[in-house]
């Protein structure tokens, strides 16, 4: 598997999204109670609630799944050994980090077909059941690749986006004569300094930098409605993008083309 300096593939990743646990459609085996899968920093898992046997409460919600980004540092079985460093029982077990914690995430294998575990340094995804193991929370189910730095921002960004709506619901706070930003709590996130902004704020400018440079096809950059939607997943109102816009134009950093499009 070839890595980048950055520690990422540059293939094309499978990236987890949000995800339920229940019946299938048109199934008469009973409901079951749905699980999303919550995005997370490892921080997060590791100062959260516990109560009864297990349960663990993030921001007074029980996370039963959740989704992580972080950088392989090592093997769930610390040897030297790649091979047999990872493999434990039925599963490959990594040590990562996202900056605010360290934590233990499982791949299960799959008996057809096995893999070599992934190197130390690349950058993985993983998404599963939330357990506690020896008094530690892990995440039991997928890891996989991560090709694209640009990952990594926007899951801090869902991570603050799905911490707002729980605690303060969907309104945003602005601030007067400046680029409008949505107040958070990052430091309690651990991810204060590993957004574009910092400062523990969301920037509209960030969030449309961002877009275009995720979405944009070539030299046709995107549309006002397109980032006013992209822009509208984080609180921003469509006035909103046109001031960040006007400041973005303005240092040079976004362009408008002859079709009322924008790139950079």
């Known amino acids: ?133 020896q008094n530690a929370p892990i995440v039991t189910g997928t890891v996989r690749l991560v090709s694209d730095c640009n990952e990594l921002n926007y899951h801090y960004l869902d991570v603050i986006l799905t911490h707002l709506r729980l605690t303060r619901g969907n309104k945003h706070a602005k601030e007067e004569g400046a680029v409008p930003a949505v107040s958070n709590t990052a430091s309690t996130l651990g991810v204060q300094n590993m957004l574009p902004g910092g400062g523990g704020k969301v920037f509209a400018t960030d969030v449309l930098l961002n877009a275009i440079k995720q979405n944009a096809r070539g030299d046709v950059g995107l549309s006002m409605d397109e980032l006013a939607a992209a822009a509208r997943q984080y609180g921003f109102s469509v006035n909103d993008v046109r001031v960040a816009l006007r400041t973005l134009a303005a240092e040079g950093s976004v362009y408008q083309t002859h079709d009322n499009r924008f790139n950079i």
């Open 1 to 133: 598997m070839n890595l980048n300096a950055y520690g990422f593939s540059g293939q094309t990743a499978s990236n987890a999204g949000s995800g339920a646990v229940g019946a299938a459609a048109g199934s008469n085996q009973p409901q079951r109670r749905m699980h999303p899968i919550r995005p997370v920093t490892i921080k997060q898992l590791l100062e959260a609630q516990r109560v009864g046997e297990g349960v663990m409460v993030v921001d007074g919600r029980e996370v039963t799944q959740a989704t992580v980004v972080g950088r392989v540092i090592g093997y769930e079985d610390d040897t030297a050994n790649r091979v047999t460093g990872a493999l434990t029982a039925k599963h490959y077990g990594y040590r990562i980090t996202d900056g605010t914690g360290l934590l233990v995430v499982r791949q299960w294998m799959d008996a057809d077909h096995q893999e070599e575990p992934l190197p130390v340094q690349c950058y993985v995804r993983a998404s599963g059941t939330v357990k506690v193991w």
